[in-house]
């Protein structure tokens, strides 16, 4: 099953659609079994630390996204911190991708901001082409803008081989 416009209504798509989306994605749901067994408290003690050091921030924020794209939050909880915290990394390091990737979610699925979407998924590919993550995202916005055959190449790109050493 695919979405429309604006991820908002399921739409049919042929099964070799729905079937190369979902052989092509990588798992977030890790993210939601390590939100539970202290990641959130290791990224505050790391801002706690040192608060000039931005991926904790950018950590942080795709915690809380993933919280409330999941249901597990009220998207009003945890969106807002999410973009002040992708803004907080931003400002202390204008070339984080995560935080250009996290604050594409918030534009995704809580402003409802098409073009920030987009636009915050491309600086985070541009940024860190190596990133399986960013394209992931990438994928998921041009699926709910309904750019399927885009989506689809997308989240191929999400598959191959990178670096190890991409963060999180």
């Not at 429309?4 to 798509?13: D, E, I, K, R, W």
């Not at 990588?26 to 000039?52: M, Q, S, T, V, Y």
């Not at 999941?70 to 998207?75: C, D, E, I, K, V």
């Not at 993550?133 to 055959?149: K, N, Q």
Request: hydrophobic letters at 40%; a positive charge.
């Amino acid at each position: 099953m695919g979405v429309s416009q604006g991820c908002l209504h399921p739409v049919s798509h042929p099964k070799d659609v729905r079937d190369d989306l979902h052989q092509a994605s990588p798992c977030p749901l890790r993210r939601i079994f390590h939100c539970r067994r202290g990641l959130p408290e290791f990224f505050n003690k790391a801002i706690e630390i040192d608060p000039e050091f931005a991926l904790p921030y950018a950590g942080l924020a795709s915690l809380y996204t993933t919280l409330g794209v999941y249901g597990l939050r009220r998207p009003r909880d945890v969106f807002p911190k999410a973009k002040s915290l992708c803004k907080r990394a931003i400002e202390i390091d204008k070339n984080l991708a995560p935080a250009y990737w996290g604050l594409s979610a918030v534009s995704l699925y809580y402003d409802w901001d098409w073009a920030a979407a987009e636009k915050g998924c491309k600086k985070a590919i541009e940024l860190n082409p190596g990133d399986a993550f960013s394209y992931w995202r990438y994928a998921l916005y041009l699926g709910c803008m309904g750019r399927l055959d885009e989506a689809i190449r997308e989240m191929k790109k999400s598959r191959e081989p990178r670096s190890p050493l991409a963060p999180f």
